[in-house]
């Protein structure tokens, strides 16, 4: 097989894949290593330490510090000016392989001279802007001003994209937001293990919510359902994920839900398999969500609101419900009735035709990287 060289500057370390964008990241380089490419990473770190599971998959590795505190002054958004360290444009110029800037965070570099030359590719995960807006409305004090003027910072670094030659969109409406920078806008999905999907006729009595609970956004759409949705007497709620704040921990105690709390890889997957319901919502219709996706390799009813699936074609998959009320009055339908088989078999041929890692990473990246030689 040809060997194709190419750099992935990842915006944070991708492994563990634990959280959302490095399980996009992770993935996609594990689908292209297999597919020939020798990739050198750079991943900046703040936290994760070094990994020696992406030495398996990649030619180098290059770990930078964040520049967190000149950040806080500079024109660019923090996320963006934390991360443009001189050592990174020094590591890039060591050769002339294509970039592949994993998320707006990544792009300080993408219009500098120096890489004029060179083919560049921008992976949006989402429009940050929009992102970090929703999270001001949510947020309270600093935390408030600080996503408030970051998402104003976002939205005029945005432009930036017009000197990527390609632009890779996670969802439909992304692509068409994006095209308003280049003419060469591709969706390319999430990228993600392989789905194991079995179908399990003995689902257990029990509604899931998952999700990382140390985010805000998953935090706050879990209140939101606390507070609003009425749960059919005698179905147990149960609300996984990693690092629950103390108030979390606390409300839970006193409905009687249970919350397992950093459950391991086994812990969470055996849930996902045998929840009756998955239930989730967002306020934020940007990107597109893996714990969707996961859910929906599951043999459970997967119940949510339509922000949770703007910009892709999962509806029909999907059970949705935007009031409490709708919530309340399908929670009571579904408590009874497992996921028929044929509905399972509907789901499992859908996901495994679109949300195929490798084959949409050959697609995407022949096409760009090889048509470009």
Same mark, same amino acid.
């Given at each position: 097989?040809?060997?194709?060289?190419?750099?992935?500057?990842?915006?944070?370390?991708?492994?563990?894949?634990?959280?959302?964008?490095?399980?996009?990241?992770?993935?996609?380089?594990?689908?292209?290593?297999?597919?020939?490419?020798?990739?050198?990473?750079?991943?900046?770190?703040?936290?994760?330490?070094?990994?020696?599971?992406?030495?398996?998959?990649?030619?180098?590795?290059?770990?930078?510090?964040?520049?967190?505190?000149?950040?806080?002054?500079?024109?660019?958004?923090?996320?963006?000016?934390?991360?443009?360290?001189?050592?990174?444009?020094?590591?890039?110029?060591?050769?002339?392989?294509?970039?592949?800037?994993?998320?707006?965070?990544?792009?300080?570099?993408?219009?500098?001279?120096?890489?004029?030359?060179?083919?560049?590719?921008?992976?949006?995960?989402?429009?940050?802007?929009?992102?970090?807006?929703?999270?001001?409305?949510?947020?309270?004090?600093?935390?408030?001003?600080?996503?408030?003027?970051?998402?104003?910072?976002?939205?005029?670094?945005?432009?930036?994209?017009?000197?990527?030659?390609?632009?890779?969109?996670?969802?439909?409406?992304?692509?068409?937001?994006?095209?308003?920078?280049?003419?060469?806008?591709?969706? +390319?999905?999430? /990228?993600?293990?392989?789905?194991?999907?079995?179908? @399990?006729?003995? &689902? *257990?009595?029990?509604? $899931?919510?998952?999700?990382?609970?140390?985010?805000?956004?998953?935090?706050?759409?879990?209140?939101?359902?606390?507070?609003?949705?009425?749960?059919?007497?005698?179905?147990?709620?149960?609300?996984?994920?990693?690092?629950?704040?103390?108030?979390?921990?606390?409300?839970?105690?006193?409905?009687?839900?249970?919350?397992?709390?950093?459950?391991?890889?086994?812990?969470?997957?055996?849930?996902?398999?045998?929840?009756?319901?998955?239930?989730?919502?967002?306020?934020?219709?940007?990107?597109?969500?893996?714990?969707?996706?996961?859910?929906?390799?599951?043999?459970?009813?997967?119940?949510?609101?339509?922000?949770?699936?703007?910009?892709?074609?999962?509806?029909?998959?999907?059970? +949705?419900?935007? /009031?409490?009320?709708?919530?309340?009055?399908?929670? @009571?339908?579904? &408590? *009874?009735?497992?996921? $028929?088989?044929?509905?399972?078999?509907?789901?499992?041929?859908?996901?495994?035709?679109?949300?195929?890692?490798?084959?949409?990473?050959?697609?995407?990246?022949?096409?760009?990287?090889?048509?470009?030689?």
């Amino acid at each position: 097989m040809k060997q194709k060289n190419l750099h992935i500057i990842s915006f944070d370390v991708p492994f563990p894949a634990d959280y959302g964008g490095v399980i996009d990241v992770f993935y996609r380089i594990v689908a292209l290593h297999k597919l020939g490419y020798k990739i050198t990473l750079h991943c900046f770190d703040y936290g994760r330490g070094k990994q020696q599971e992406l030495e398996q998959y990649c030619e180098q590795v290059f770990y930078y510090k964040r520049r967190k505190l000149t950040a806080l002054f500079a024109k660019e958004p923090y996320i963006v000016a934390s991360r443009k360290v001189p050592q990174l444009l020094e590591n890039l110029l060591q050769d002339d392989a294509p970039i592949l800037f994993e998320g707006l965070h990544t792009c300080g570099f993408l219009n500098d001279k120096n890489l004029k030359k060179r083919l560049k590719i921008a992976r949006m995960h989402n429009v940050e802007h929009d992102y970090y807006a929703e999270l001001a409305k949510k947020s309270k004090g600093w935390k408030k001003m600080f996503f408030k003027r970051e998402a104003k910072k976002l939205q005029k670094f945005e432009p930036v994209l017009a000197e990527a030659n390609h632009i890779l969109a996670i969802q439909q409406n992304d692509t068409l937001h994006f095209k308003s920078y280049s003419k060469s806008v591709h969706l +390319l999905t999430a /990228s993600m293990p392989k789905l194991e999907l079995k179908f @399990n006729p003995n &689902t *257990e009595g029990f509604c $899931l919510f998952h999700g990382n609970l140390s985010v805000a956004e998953n935090e706050n759409a879990l209140m939101w359902i606390i507070s609003k949705v009425t749960f059919p007497k005698g179905l147990l709620f149960v609300v996984a994920g990693k690092t629950p704040s103390a108030n979390l921990k606390s409300i839970c105690a006193q409905l009687e839900i249970e919350l397992i709390a950093n459950p391991s890889d086994e812990e969470m997957k055996n849930l996902i398999q045998s929840a009756r319901i998955h239930l989730l919502y967002t306020e934020q219709a940007t990107g597109l969500k893996l714990k969707l996706l996961n859910a929906l390799s599951s043999s459970g009813h997967v119940l949510l609101n339509d922000k949770m699936i703007a910009g892709t074609n999962l509806e029909e998959l999907c059970i +949705l419900a935007n /009031s409490p009320e709708e919530y309340t009055q399908e929670l @009571n339908n579904l &408590t *009874e009735n497992s996921l $028929l088989e044929k509905d399972f078999k509907k789901r499992k041929d859908f996901l495994q035709e679109q949300f195929d890692t490798e084959k949409n990473c050959k697609r995407v990246f022949d096409l760009i990287i090889q048509g470009s030689e």
